[in-house]
Nanobody, 118 residues
């Protein structure tokens, strides 16, 4: 239901944009966002965006990352600027979706690796 793209290798100070496209039986999408996971660390909520346009960011990425959404395409984007080595992680998008049958569930993307290194 969710397909991620946009990860890769970038030098410190560089930028990447992640995309997360939802498909399937979608009546509405409440919230979308990203978590990231680094080996040996807990999963961290990076950014969220709800249907009302309210955003939330981890303190570690505020001012550098921006989450946005194209409702017509059921796609969310995470623009990541001024990347640091500590941003290296696998990024997972999620979406809280109300389907055409009236059921609401959380869905997850397959994960995309972001590596920040010189």
């Amino acid at each position: 239901h969710l397909v991620e793209s946009g990860g890769g290798l970038v030098q410190p100070g560089g930028s990447l944009r992640l995309s997360c496209a939802a498909s399937g039986s979608i009546f509405s999408i409440n919230s979308m966002g990203w978590y990231r996971r680094t080996p040996g660390k807990q999963r961290e909520l990076v950014a969220t965006l709800n249907s009302g346009g309210t955003t939330g960011y981890a303190n570690s990425v505020k001012g550098r990352f921006t989450i946005s959404r194209d409702n017509a395409k059921n796609t969310a984007y995470l623009q990541m600027n001024s990347l640091k080595p500590e941003d290296t992680a696998v990024y997972y998008c999620y979406a809280n979706i109300l389907n055409g049958m009236g059921y609401r569930n959380d869905y997850w993307g397959q994960g995309t690796q972001v590596t920040v290194s010189s």
